[in-house]
């Protein structure tokens, strides 16, 4: 039984939350990634994961995404145990919930704006005529509905990376996961992609992005900070800073 | 959105339709149009070479068939025999057309009878040498239906006609004697009206310059003539059967005192030939198709490996690896489908040019037209087996990683 009881003590209260969790890549020796990295994030909370290459981001990313599961411990997505879930439940998991953004966008080069939105929501379960609609209203979000038609050849990389973000949003996920979503931005376009992403937060959406740029981190209003594979800090701003 | 998510929510799938299947599958191949193209043409090849080697030995034979009923290849001829000792001809039995009749795939018999010292004339102001070669005979039995031949003007003998002093022409004897339906002509010194002059005799030459008296009339001028000959035509495809009984048939008491013209040997050689052709083009096609497979597995590795980062992307949007792996195997079914359908199209120009140069039939079975696009298909499902199953096997993380 993975479904925790609501009113257990130890059952988290946190939209997500990770208890001991651990990755170990076999090997010799074998690779620790992740040591016993305990984290509650609260619905809506906008949160950034810094730590420098190789702290273990992507991997906690991937695991809390579930993407990928933990050697030990455990993660909890909206009340179910993630670990011991069958690799198709995870899929409806991830279709019905999770949201995600990647350093390098991702999109179809073949489809318009409008349509690559769409797909994002292909698997779950919904008609192509209410995906075009929601996918409308995403790109309206991020203020693209004059590109809707346009080929991501044909949008510069900050507008490509909002087409991904509305992808990652036109699906209302409860949690939204970014990895390096300005990696591949210059530093304007970088700083709107936060903005965007925090309007998304703002929204109910619980979103976690990865970085390993401070400077942008101090835009969150929460940062987790990860060193070899242990959470070294984990500060709340004030909304004045955040601002 | 729920707030939670209950396990039992997460064991119902969410399926795709059957429009997002296809846009999906068909995805891969719009994106990266000229290599589908490239890749499908292998298949292609492969079709359009069993289609062509189908059609052209198909055209051929349709074509043979033709020729051969024009030719009349279900005619069998029968002659009297000649003796070996004396050279002297052993008369076919007058019970041989009745009995032939009865020969069970016997459609038409005609019997003829040479008329003895019975010259024919354009009218009785000619010379009595001046024969023109013209012969006359009489005919019993079927002779348009059994000789396939057509009437070109007025008519062949009714049981009116054939007790009066009536003839037909065949195509030659009315040239040389310049008559037609209406004339008379002098023959046995006596007038005989025309009442009709047939078409060329393809299948029987030798009859061509015949004048055709009224039966019953000559048979009372000249009684107990010979059998000359009798001409059989057997259902289609049964000539040699028929052919094989014929000799006892027509002669019980003498079976080797009879001559049965020989069939067309071009026939069996034709077959057997077309056999070999077909066997020949099975093995060239299988070739082509393995060939083709092979590419189309090809380009589905390369399209897996491409385009991991799609493959991470679509399992974290929610895709099972299931709808991976369809996708991918759909996708290899596209681009064989493509090639399946080029390949007939190709294969049916082929035919098409094959028939108009050596103007024969054009004739494609149709039900190649079904399975060759329906053995592409397949082929492509088996060559993208492997890729869409190594695709949908990776894991997500894997897969977004090494972009």
């Given at each position: 039984m993975t479904v925790a009881p609501s009113t257990a003590?130890?059952?988290?209260?946190?939209?997500?939350?990770?208890?001991?969790v651990?990755?170990?890549?076999p090997g010799n020796p074998p690779l620790h990634v992740l040591k016993n990295v305990t984290l509650d994030i609260s619905p809506g909370e906008f949160v950034a994961v810094v730590g420098p290459s190789g702290s273990g981001k992507t991997t906690m990313l991937s695991i809390m995404g579930t993407l990928d599961s933990p050697t030990s411990g455990e993660v909890w997505i909206g009340g179910v145990a993630t670990r011991r879930l069958k690799e198709m439940e995870r899929s409806r998991l991830r279709s019905d919930q999770i949201g995600f953004i990647f350093q390098?966008?991702?999109?179809?080069?073949?489809?318009?704006?409008?349509?690559?939105?769409?797909?994002?929501?292909?698997?779950?379960?919904?008609?192509?005529?209410?995906?075009?609609?929601?996918?409308?209203?995403?790109?309206?979000?991020?203020?693209?509905?004059?590109?809707?038609?346009?080929?991501?050849?044909?949008?510069?990389?900050?507008?490509?990376?909002?087409?991904?973000?509305?992808?990652?949003?036109?699906?209302?996920?409860?949690i939204l996961f970014a990895?390096?979503?300005?990696?591949?931005?210059?530093?304007?376009?970088?700083?709107?992609?936060?903005?965007?992403?925090?309007?998304?937060?703002?929204?109910?959406?619980?979103?976690?992005?990865?970085?390993?740029?401070?400077?942008?981190?101090?835009?969150?209003?929460?940062?987790?900070?990860?060193?070899?594979?242990?959470?070294?800090?984990?500060?709340r701003l004030a909304e004045a800073a955040v601002r | 959105?729920?707030?939670?998510?209950?396990?039992?929510?997460?064991?119902?799938?969410?399926?795709?339709?059957?429009?997002?299947?296809?846009?999906?599958?068909?995805?891969?191949?719009?994106?990266?149009?000229?290599?589908?193209?490239?890749?499908?043409?292998?298949?292609?090849?492969?079709?359009?070479?069993?289609?062509?080697?189908?059609?052209?030995?198909?055209?051929?034979?349709?074509?043979?068939?033709?020729?051969?009923?024009?030719?009349?290849?279900?005619?069998?001829?029968?002659?009297p025999g000649v003796n070996q000792q004396d050279q002297s001809p052993i008369p076919i039995p007058?019970?041989?057309?009745?009995?032939?009749?009865?020969?069970?795939?016997?459609?038409?018999?005609?019997?003829?009878?040479?008329?003895?010292?019975?010259?024919?004339?354009?009218?009785?102001?000619?010379?009595?040498?001046?024969?023109?070669?013209?012969?006359?005979?009489?005919?019993?039995?079927?002779?348009l239906n059994t000789l396939n031949v057509a009437m070109a003007d007025g008519r062949w003998f009714d049981k009116a006609s054939e007790e009066l002093p009536t003839a037909v022409l065949s195509d030659a004897a009315a040239r040389r004697l310049r008559a037609r339906a209406g004339s008379a002509i002098w023959a046995g010194n006596q007038w005989w009206a025309v009442i009709g002059v047939l078409n060329p005799m393809k299948l029987a030459q030798q009859l061509d310059s015949t004048v055709f008296l009224a039966p019953k009339v000559a048979a009372k001028l000249q009684p107990d003539l010979p059998i000359s000959g009798i001409y059989v035509a057997s259902a289609p495809h049964k000539s040699a059967a028929v052919r094989a009984v014929m000799p006892q048939t027509?002669?019980?008491a003498d079976p080797r005192g009879v001559q049965v013209s020989q069939l067309s040997d071009a026939f069996l050689a034709q077959e057997l030939f077309a056999e070999f052709f077909l066997i020949l083009s099975l093995g060239m096609g299988g070739v082509a198709l393995l060939v083709g497979g092979i590419g189309i597995a090809n380009t589905m590795v390369v399209a897996v490996m491409e385009r991991r980062g799609e493959v991470g992307l679509r399992r974290a949007m929610g895709a099972r690896t299931g709808q991976i792996a369809l996708q991918f195997v759909l996708e290899a079914c596209v681009i064989g489908l493509g090639g399946g359908i080029l390949g007939v199209g190709l294969g049916?120009?082929?035919?098409?040019?094959?028939?108009?140069?050596?103007?024969?039939?054009?004739?494609?079975?149709?039900?190649?037209?079904?399975?060759?696009?329906?053995?592409?298909?397949?082929?492509?499902?088996?060559?993208?087996?492997?890729?869409?199953?190594?695709?949908?096997?990776?894991?997500?993380?894997?897969?977004?990683?090494?972009v």
């Amino acid at each position: 039984m993975t479904v925790a009881p609501s009113t257990a003590e130890f059952a988290p209260v946190a939209h997500l939350s990770l208890r001991e969790v651990n990755k170990v890549y076999p090997g010799n020796p074998p690779l620790h990634v992740l040591k016993n990295v305990t984290l509650d994030i609260s619905p809506g909370e906008f949160v950034a994961v810094v730590g420098p290459s190789g702290s273990g981001k992507t991997t906690m990313l991937s695991i809390m995404g579930t993407l990928d599961s933990p050697t030990s411990g455990e993660v909890w997505i909206g009340g179910v145990a993630t670990r011991r879930l069958k690799e198709m439940e995870r899929s409806r998991l991830r279709s019905d919930q999770i949201g995600f953004i990647f350093q390098q966008f991702f999109l179809l080069p073949t489809l318009s704006a409008l349509d690559n939105v769409a797909t994002g929501m292909l698997y779950q379960g919904i008609s192509k005529r209410v995906r075009r609609e929601r996918a409308r209203r995403a790109l309206d979000r991020v203020g693209l509905s004059p590109r809707a038609g346009h080929r991501p050849s044909e949008l510069s990389g900050g507008e490509q990376q909002r087409v991904a973000i509305a992808r990652a949003i036109a699906g209302e996920p409860a949690i939204l996961f970014a990895d390096e979503p300005t990696g591949a931005l210059d530093r304007s376009s970088g700083r709107r992609i936060v903005t965007y992403l925090r309007d998304v937060a703002a929204g109910g959406t619980t979103v976690v992005v990865i970085t390993h740029d401070h400077e942008l981190a101090a835009l969150f209003e929460r940062r987790v900070s990860l060193l070899d594979g242990a959470v070294v800090g984990d500060e709340r701003l004030a909304e004045a800073a955040v601002r | 959105m729920s707030e939670k998510s209950p396990r039992a929510v997460l064991r119902t799938k969410h399926h795709l339709s059957v429009g997002d299947t296809v846009m999906t599958a068909t995805l891969g191949p719009r994106t990266r149009m000229v290599r589908a193209l490239l890749s499908a043409l292998g298949i292609a090849i492969g079709i359009a070479t069993l289609v062509a080697m189908w059609g052209i030995p198909a055209s051929q034979e349709a074509q043979l068939l033709a020729d051969l009923d024009a030719q009349g290849a279900n005619l069998i001829t029968v002659y009297p025999g000649v003796n070996q000792q004396d050279q002297s001809p052993i008369p076919i039995p007058q019970t041989a057309p009745e009995m032939v009749s009865r020969i069970r795939p016997v459609r038409h018999i005609v019997t003829m009878r040479d008329m003895r010292d019975f010259n024919v004339f354009r009218n009785d102001k000619v010379p009595a040498s001046q024969t023109g070669g013209i012969t006359a005979a009489i005919a019993e039995g079927d002779l348009l239906n059994t000789l396939n031949v057509a009437m070109a003007d007025g008519r062949w003998f009714d049981k009116a006609s054939e007790e009066l002093p009536t003839a037909v022409l065949s195509d030659a004897a009315a040239r040389r004697l310049r008559a037609r339906a209406g004339s008379a002509i002098w023959a046995g010194n006596q007038w005989w009206a025309v009442i009709g002059v047939l078409n060329p005799m393809k299948l029987a030459q030798q009859l061509d310059s015949t004048v055709f008296l009224a039966p019953k009339v000559a048979a009372k001028l000249q009684p107990d003539l010979p059998i000359s000959g009798i001409y059989v035509a057997s259902a289609p495809h049964k000539s040699a059967a028929v052919r094989a009984v014929m000799p006892q048939t027509v002669n019980p008491a003498d079976p080797r005192g009879v001559q049965v013209s020989q069939l067309s040997d071009a026939f069996l050689a034709q077959e057997l030939f077309a056999e070999f052709f077909l066997i020949l083009s099975l093995g060239m096609g299988g070739v082509a198709l393995l060939v083709g497979g092979i590419g189309i597995a090809n380009t589905m590795v390369v399209a897996v490996m491409e385009r991991r980062g799609e493959v991470g992307l679509r399992r974290a949007m929610g895709a099972r690896t299931g709808q991976i792996a369809l996708q991918f195997v759909l996708e290899a079914c596209v681009i064989g489908l493509g090639g399946g359908i080029l390949g007939v199209g190709l294969g049916l120009y082929i035919v098409f040019c094959y028939t108009a140069v050596a103007q024969v039939i054009f004739a494609v079975p149709g039900w190649i037209l079904a399975a060759g696009p329906a053995l592409a298909i397949a082929i492509g499902a088996i060559a993208g087996l492997y890729p869409s199953l190594k695709a949908a096997r990776q894991s997500p993380t894997e897969a977004l990683r090494t972009v």
